[in-house]
């Protein structure tokens, strides 16, 4: 069974928001750093956002004051709130757990959630 399940994906309009969860497994989430990736099309695969076991985060710089990561420990589910969507944003997203510090991702991936910003 899968253990990272990323969801939520959808065509949105500039700027509008966009929220997209992953489920984790608890034996997971407790003791790893969960990050959300993203692959436009022809583009390599680039990390844009993680937050560890401990609540710290960091971000890319092309993300960075529009997107929040954010976990709930609860529902052992890692969101991903877009805000201000652009087409440029447009790209199938993903979450992994991430090696720390090569933030490079340590399962395989899954289907990814198609985020399209146009109008």
């Known amino acids: 069974q899968a253990q990272l399940v990323e969801s939520g994906g959808g065509l949105v309009q500039p700027g509008g928001p966009l929220r997209l969860p992953c489920v984790v497994s608890?034996?997971?989430?407790?003791?790893?750093?969960i990050g959300w990736y993203r692959q436009a099309p022809g583009k390599q695969r680039d990390l844009v956002a993680t937050?560890?076991?401990?609540?710290?985060?960091i971000y890319a710089d092309s993300v960075k004051g529009r997107f929040t990561i954010s976990r709930d420990n609860v529902e052992n589910t890692v969101f991903l709130q877009m805000n201000s969507l652009q087409p440029a944003d447009t790209a199938v997203y993903y979450c992994?757990?991430?090696?720390?510090?090569?933030?490079?991702?340590?399962?395989?991936w899954g289907q990814g959630t198609q985020v399209t910003v146009s109008s």
């Open positions: 608890r034996s997971i989430s407790r003791f790893n750093t």
């Open positions: 937050i560890s076991s401990g609540g710290s985060t």
């Open positions: 992994n757990a991430v090696k720390i510090p090569d933030r490079t991702p340590l399962f395989r």
